[in-house]
């Protein structure tokens, strides 16, 4: 009962901690340097000596793996924009949602300044916006309004049909990522792409389970802390839903700066926010997306999140 209680005020501090930090709270950020692959399938924490050379040669094969099959859904998903053709004249909708109780128009986190970069990006290809995850009908709404293109407020079968939604999310905003997917797909609507990182679900949601109307899905997922997503999503329908992988990411030997949030939740909940301002987590998703808007016109120059003047990764 005392060990129960004990993990219910961990979790609730580590959910506090998403509360919105004041400008006099925010901590000075320092430097990190990015390593790795970035991929890991096996967590080797609590080994050592030869035991722990053995698993680094392994999770090293396993990592490459991991991303072969990323670059290689990569690969499908841009032969299938080509062979669609003019999709790409179509404007995409890109909706994402912050995590726990954050803002959405917060620019510490990166699933704000993700949508700003995919502007950026995407000048005149893409309509990004960022809500709360506790705004999913108001997102809901804004698809349904933009989708309306001849403004008579109801949505016809070739409007639904040229339909162009990715959806992203952290935590509660990848629970609510796939409620949103789900939403659509109740109204006929399609969506191209779910990217979700390190899914909590809430409460009367399933954050792993998606929608038939999605065509493409990935999860990326940690396994520390009292707060760890889940590690598999799946389709509802996999003859049309396609799994591109759940990703596990670890921070054992990888620390990730996470100065957007308090002390408190870095002591409590680190690898939770880790993953979520991890840059090789978003330049993974930039690339998903710039594969499935293929023949959107993007910013030629345009480098990675991770180099981007858009991003404050520190």
Known sequence: MGRSIISIIIIAVAFIGTFPLSAATQEPRSEIELQGVGFSTQDTSGQSGAQHNASDAASTRQETAAASSLKDALEDTSRQQLQNGAEGDRKAIIIGFVGGFVKHDDTKHPEVQFAAYLRDRYPSGVYAEVFSNHDGQKAFRQVLRLLDTDHDGTLTTTEKGQARIIIYGHSW????????????????????????????????????????????????????????????????????????????????????????????????????????????????????IDSELSNTGSTAQASSPSKSPLFNFR
């Open 173 to 288: 905003g990848a629970s609510e990522t796939a409620w949103l997917a789900r939403e659509l797909g109740q109204n006929g609507i399609p969506v191209l792409l779910t990217i979700q990182v390190d899914i909590i679900a809430k409460p009367g949601q399933d954050g792993s389970r998606i929608a038939a109307n999605v065509a493409n899905a990935v999860n990326f997922y940690q396994p520390g802390g009292p707060l760890h997503g889940h590690p598999e999503i799946f389709a509802a329908d996999p003859a049309r839903t396609k799994i591109i992988g759940n990703f596990r990411m670890t921070y054992k030997d990888h620390p990730i700066n996470c100065d957007n949030y308090p002390w408190y939740a870095r002591v409590f909940n680190k690898p939770h926010h880790e993953i979520e301002n991890d840059p090789r987590v978003w330049d993974q998703a930039a690339s998903l």
